[in-house]
């Protein structure tokens, strides 16, 4: 089977994406969604995203990781979606969809495009970090080098540590540059490595700054390997919402690949 495919990225946060509309891809075929996403036999990406109909809204997120499981939320992943929606003609300039972790609303200008994130009712402060879930599971804790910081390495054996174990978390690593602006290294499960860049990473980073007391603003910037994005919410008690999660997402190409 010859299967049409366009890569995303939002970034550095690489995605296939596939017009699954109607049917045409085998969502139980894992070994396929692996071998699309390798990086030496296949495509290459963080992640696969089918964009499928909905019987009620814009159209329905289904997201792989590149290890070929069905994963928790990605945000990047939902913000990418959104542009190739636009591209494909289903959306204008907003978008209402289902994801794995419920409805989210997004807002594209250009190639920018704006992604609501689920209510965050839960933040737990530990001794050396925080863990919280913004859609997926992340650990949050900070460091004062991240340059030389091998994220790989450490990132791993938090994921697996306690008490964590084999579900696992994503892990962000964190050096505050000022008030509002914050610099993230990500490992995430799934890909097993460190990404450029990790939508729900940055957003519970954003949280946990707050939490904490690291920051004062609402408006946070995060600076990732792939590039610049932003986090702005409310709190209402100890409730996160109206958490919007801010930067481009831009189609790098299309392609066939027989499977």
Known sequence: MELTFYKYQGTGNDFVMIDNRQQIFDKNNTKLVAKLCNRRFGIG???????????????????FNADGNESSMCGNGGRCLTAFAKFLGIIENKATFEAIDGLHHAILDNHVVKLQMQDVLSVEIHNQHVFLNTGSPHHVQMEAQLKNLDVKELGSKIRYGNPYQDEGTNVNFVKK????????????????DETLSCGTGVTAVALAMYETGETKNKLIVLETEGGNLQVSFEKNKDTYNNIWLIGPAEQVFKGSITC
Not at 45 to 62: C, Q, S, T
Not at 179 to 192: A, L, S, W
């Open 45 to 63: 990406a963080d992640g696969l995203i089918l964009l499928e109909n909905h019987p009620k809204w814009d159209f329905k997120m289904v997201y």
């Open 177 to 192: 540059l000022s008030d509002n602006r914050f610099q993230v290294r990500t490992y995430e499960r799934g890909v097993e």
